[in-house]
């Protein structure tokens, strides 16, 4: 027992290096949400999401984009990956027995961004609400769904067009 709980936890530390045999396009766009290009769009495009959403000062409003997104970017290296795991055991095997797809399909591809945007705005809202108290409402998570959508979309379309390469 002790053994498969070390080899999941080192999975989970490794994630993202865990690339050699066993890929998911979720995992290949974890590769560029995690650069730095995308780190900077996600924080700009949020900021504004934010602001809107909580109506703070600039100053705040940063303060809360950059935690935010510090959580969700330490978080998220784990869990979108994962999401990523939970779409291909669940209604990815379905898309595939239908279609005789594998991995690497339209309908994978498309859910990426939906499912990254939507564990990046929980993750994100959850530590706005957990560290400052403020209260948020399903209105609130849609719009910040949104704007991650935009980000992990961006570094989806740019895993397809430029796929990584060994």
Do not use: C
């Amino acid at each position: 027992m002790q053994r498969i709980v070390f080899t999941i936890f080192l999975y989970l530390i490794f994630v993202s290096y865990a690339q050699a045999n066993v890929v998911w396009p979720a995992l290949y766009t974890e590769t560029k949400v995690s650069s730095i290009p995308f780190i900077i769009l996600s924080l700009v495009i949020e900021y504004f999401a934010i602001k809107w959403l909580f109506h703070t000062d600039w100053r705040k409003t940063a303060i809360y984009t950059v935690v935010a997104n510090l959580a969700s970017g330490l978080l998220g290296l784990f869990l979108r990956p994962l999401s990523g795991i939970a779409w291909e055991l669940s209604l990815g095997q379905v898309v595939m027995l239908l279609f005789d797809w594998g991995t690497f399909n339209p309908v994978a591809w498309f859910f990426v961004p939906i499912i990254g945007g939507a564990v990046n705005a929980a993750l994100e809202l959850l530590t706005i609400k957990l560290i400052w108290k403020e209260k948020f409402t399903r209105k609130s998570f849609y719009i910040l769904w949104l704007a991650n959508w935009v980000t992990v979309g961006v570094a989806t379309i740019w895993v397809v067009i430029y796929p990584p390469t060994l």
